[in-house]
T-cell receptor
Framework: GAGVSQSPRYKVTKRGQDVALRCDPI?????LYWYRQALGQGPEFLTY????????KSGLPNDRFSAERPEGSISTLTIQRTEQRDSAMYRC???????????FGNGTRLTVT | KNEVEQSPQNLTAQEGEFITINCSYSVGISALHWLQQHPGGGIVSLFM???GKKKHGRLIATINIQEKHSSLHITASHPRDSAVYIC??????????????FGKGTHLIIQP
């Protein structure tokens, strides 16, 4: 595609529900990063994929958070049993490799009520 | 894990001033990114550096690998440059890059 695409654009969910957020990187991009940004805060790294391999998941806050990229293209970030503190803008970025410019998606605004 | 420090945290300047934003990191890196985020907006990549210096319009980015330090300069600053500028680093350890570490950002306001 022309850019990094994320869906849904907005997600409102009740506490305790599971959510799945999708990132469709630029075609051919090897590296894919997930991060989140609470209102008024800087970005916080969550996890990183190189092709389909999850190279670094040290930023995932706890075991309710998981991510996959099974075919090395589209990635899904799943949050189980959501809590209000999970509310944030969840963004992904991709690059052709680890040493190339980053391209950012517009994010998914998650609100947990 | 890499520690990324940016300074200043907040900067207010007059239109036309020369602006410098600094970024220091603790572990040798493979690449450093300067990012820009306007209020309520998405993040845009300004520069990706692994050595030396890059220039794009009024923006200049430099990196000193030995000193683990990078600077972003804005010449002839303009109110539209008002944004948060974020430094992010990537470490590649051979087995795969160790993700992104973000600085906390520098809030820049350019007054007319």
């Amino acid at each position: 595609g022309a850019g990094v695409s994320q869906s849904p654009r907005y997600k409102v969910t009740k506490r305790g529900q599971d959510v799945a957020l999708r990132c469709d990187p630029i075609s051919g991009h090897v590296s894919l990063y997930w991060y989140r940004q609470a209102l008024g805060q800087g970005p916080e790294f969550l996890t990183y994929f190189n092709y389909e391999a999850q190279q670094d998941k040290s930023g995932l806050p706890n075991d309710r958070f998981s991510a996959e990229r099974p075919e090395g293209s589209i990635s899904t970030l799943t949050i189980q049993r959501t809590e209000q503190r999970d509310s944030a803008m969840y963004r992904c970025a991709s690059s052709s490799n680890y040493n190339s410019p980053l391209h950012f998606g517009n994010g998914t605004r998650l609100t947990v009520t | 894990k890499n520690e990324v420090e940016q300074s200043p945290q907040n900067l207010t300047a007059q239109e036309g001033e020369f602006i410098t934003i600094n970024c220091s990191y603790s572990v040798g890196i493979s690449a450093l990114h300067w990012l820009q985020q306007h209020p309520g907006g998405g993040i845009v990549s300004l520069f990706m550096l692994s050595s030396g210096k890059k220039k794009h319009g009024r923006l200049i980015a430099t990196i000193n690998i030995q000193e683990k330090h990078s600077s972003l300069h804005i010449t002839a600053s303009h109110p539209r440059d008002s944004a948060v500028y974020i430094c992010a680093v990537i470490v590649y350890s051979g087995g795969g890059a160790d993700g992104l570490t973000f600085g906390k950002g520098t809030h820049l306001i350019i007054q007319p």
